[in-house]
């Protein structure tokens, strides 16, 4: 009687635990919590990016961009992100080390939407947009300073971006890399691989529960 009890005690606790923990056994995390180990700043002022206690922050504007230093083809990358109000910044993926990242690479946007300065921006500069390339289908991003969670998946030719629980762009990158104009401006649409990074353009930003898989 006692082994059952215990066997339905534990059947119970592994029922009881937060859906997302039984969603992440093959994540690992990109940041350690505790110092920038594994990452990089590649441009804009020193001594802007930190940690503080479990987040990496950016204090302020100019602050370029922080990536991994290993590079990642196909994965699928999820985080959590805050701004503060008229907050811009953004997520590179496949990035190389130089260069206009959203263009030699690509940038999957992040900003205040909801903010009076942004009421005029077209679709590809909203949240979760791959940046000037494919605009959200709708917006899904709480206001700043709210924590918003974000989830990239890279596989192949395929970028799709879910904000907040809600699928929002699912790209062919080839289809728009059949658009002459796109694709002379855009070159980093044809990248395979590249660093992950994290950009600053205006004000504070913070990032915290960074964790990868990598995908086949």
Known sequence: MRTIAICVLLIASVNTLPAGDKAEGDF?????????????????KSGVWFVEKDK???????????????????????LEYRLTPGGN?????????????????MEIQLLDDDHS??????????TGAIY????????????????????ILAKGRSVKVTLNGKKIVEAD?????AIPAVA?????????????????HTDRVEFRNLRIREVK
Do not use: M
């Open 184 to 200: 002379k401006e855009h070159t980093g649409l044809k990248r395979d691989a590249g660093k992950i990074g994290l950009q600053s």
């Open 28 to 44: 690992k995390p990109l940041f350690n919590g505790k110092d920038l180990a594994g990452w990089k700043q590649y441009t804009g």
């Open 89 to 105: 910044s953004g997520v590179y993926i496949r990035a190389p080390e130089t260069g206009h990242i959203s263009r030699v690479g």
């Open 173 to 177: 990158l080839d289809k728009y890399l």
């Open 117 to 126: 300065k942004y009421a005029k921006v077209k679709p590809f500069q909203n």
């Open 56 to 78: 990496i922050v950016c204090e302020k504007g100019g602050g370029g961009w922080l990536g991994t230093e290993k590079d990642y083809a196909d994965f699928e990358l999820r």
């Open 132 to 151: 000037h390339v494919v605009g959200p289908t709708e917006r899904h991003a709480k206001p700043a300073p709210e924590w918003n969670d974000i989830a």
